[in-house]
Structure formats: structure tokens, C-alpha cells
């Protein structure tokens, strides 16, 4: 399954747990690079509204991650992945920028079997959202409008325990169609801009899942 204090709601964490049965190394190299820098969002625009004024608008560093997820099989948590970058501007157009991102850790049982290791998100994505009509309320609805540039979020995933493989810098669309079936839910092929809730309080932005999603996950922004 798909599935983010600014906490993000978006679980799903890439493990491609139940899919390692061997000791290896899989690596793909992404085509392209990401004309966007995280103050200047340069796709997208939020229609029906402006976040004008709104708590939302400006350049976030996020302090971590929290995900729980129970689905395909599998359940666990996750922590850590402080680091990345949001950047909203006051049209809701967004960039997000996992080139700092560190490592996020997780743990989970899939089928009795205990899997450990780590992941983390590379490259930008771009895009844009829309928030409370007028974008002066702090809490409400964090929605992707228009179209999303997923085509530069890559993926590296290491599994520690029970045995030892790595993904190396993988794009995220093709480690979950390969793996997504096998992964236990964890990695989120849409972190951060897909629908949730969000929280802003002064220099805190908090999103965290819809209600009655099967995965958790709450990632924590300070503003930049």
C-alpha cells in the first residue's frame, strides 16, 4: 500500500522486505536531473485558492519522520530521515528536496520473520498543493493539485537483518512496481505531496495521515 512535525503524512517505507531472500546488491542509475532548487518551485499551481499569508508558505527543513504501517502483510515503525526540504510558495506551488535526507530506520514482521535496515529518498519532486480555503486556517487538508514530478525521487534501501541487501539509488516508481507486491507496504512511492492532514503552529508544520489509513506516518518541519 501507498502512503508524513512540517510531519507529512505518507508512510509506506521501500524495504522490498519479503522480496530479499538472497544476499546481493541492486542499483539503478536515474535519467535526468531536477531543474527545481527548493526556494524557487517551478511546476504546478494551486487552483480554487491562494496560500497567500498562510502558515504554510516558505521554506521548511524537516526534523524526521515517525511511520507505522500494517498492510500486504507486514507491519512495523519507523524512524529518523531528518534533513529534507520543503519549499511552498504563496501560489501553493511545492518542491521537495531529499538530497540532505538522512537515513530513516525501521523495523517490521512480515510472515513471522523479522526484517531491520534502513532507507532514504534522493533527488526533488515538484509539484503543488492546496490547503483551508484562503490558506489562513492552521489546521486542515494538505491536497496535491494539478500535476506531480515524481520522475527524479529515487529510493537507496538497505536491509540488515535477517539478511543483508542493498537498492541503491533506485527510482521509486520502479523499486515499488518491482517490489510492491513483496514489500510489506513500507516504501511510500509518494512521500509528502499526496493528501493529509497538516498542522502549522509558528515555526512548526506537522502532516500526518487521512483518517482510517491503514498506514501512519507524521513528518516534522521546522521553518527554515
Given at each position: 500500500?501507498r502512503?508524513?512535525t512540517?510531519?507529512?503524512?505518507g ?5 522490498g522486505?519479503?522480496?530479499?531472500t538472497?544476499?546481493g ?5 536515474p535519467s ?6 527548493p526556494?524557487?518551485?517551478?511546476s504546478?499551481?494551486a487552483?480554487g485558492g491562494?496560500?497567500a499569508?498562510s ?7 524537516g526534523?524526521g519522520?515517525t511511520m507505522?504501517?500494517?498492510a ?9 530521515g531528518?534533513?529534507y526540504e520543503v519549499?511552498v510558495s504563496p501560489d501553493?506551488r511545492t518542491?521537495l528536496?531529499?538530497?540532505?535526507m538522512?537515513p ?5 514482521d ?5 526484517f531491520?535496515?534502513?532507507f532514504?529518498?534522493?533527488g526533488?519532486?515538484t ?13 486542515g487538508?494538505w ?5 506531480t514530478?515524481?520522475?527524479n ?10 539478511i543483508?541487501?542493498r537498492?541503491d539509488n533506485?527510482k521509486?516508481?520502479d523499486f ?9 507496504g ?10 493529509a492532514?497538516y498542522t502549522?503552529?509558528g515555526d512548526t508544520?506537522?502532516l500526518g495521515?487521512?483518517?482510517g489509513?491503514?498506514v501512519?506516518g507524521?513528518?516534522?518541519?521546522t521553518r527554515a
Open positions: 500500500m502512503t508524513i512540517l510531519a507529512v503524512a508512510a509506506g517505507l521501500a524495504l522486505l519479503t522480496a530479499c538472497a544476499t546488491t541492486t542499483s539503478a542509475t535526468g536531473s531536477p531543474s527545481a532548487t526556494s524557487a518551485a517551478t504546478g499551481t487552483s491562494s496560500l499569508g502558515c504554510v508558505a516558505g521554506n521548511w527543513r526534523t519522520v507505522a504501517f500494517d500486504a502483510g507486514g507491519k512495523g515503525t519507523a524512524t529518523g531528518a534533513g519549499a501553493g518542491v528536496d531529499f538530497s540532505r538522512q530513516v530506520n525501521f523495523s517490521a512480515v510472515n513471522n520473520t523479522q531491520k535496515g534502513q532514504t529518498y534522493g526533488k519532486v509539484g503543488a498543493v492546496q490547503v483551508a480555503p484562503g490558506g489562513s486556517a492552521q489546521t487538508t491536497k496535491p493539485v494539478g500535476s514530478d515524481w520522475s525521487l529515487i529510493v537507496s534501501v538497505d536491509i540488515t537483518s535477517p543483508q541487501t537498492f533506485v521509486v516508481a515499488v512496481n518491482s517490489n510492491g507486491g513483496q514489500a510489506a513500507s516504501v511510500d512511492a509518494t512521500p509528502i505531496l499526496r493528501e492532514t502549522c503552529s508544520l506537522t495521515p487521512p483518517a489509513s491503514t501512519g507524521t513528518w516534522v518541519l
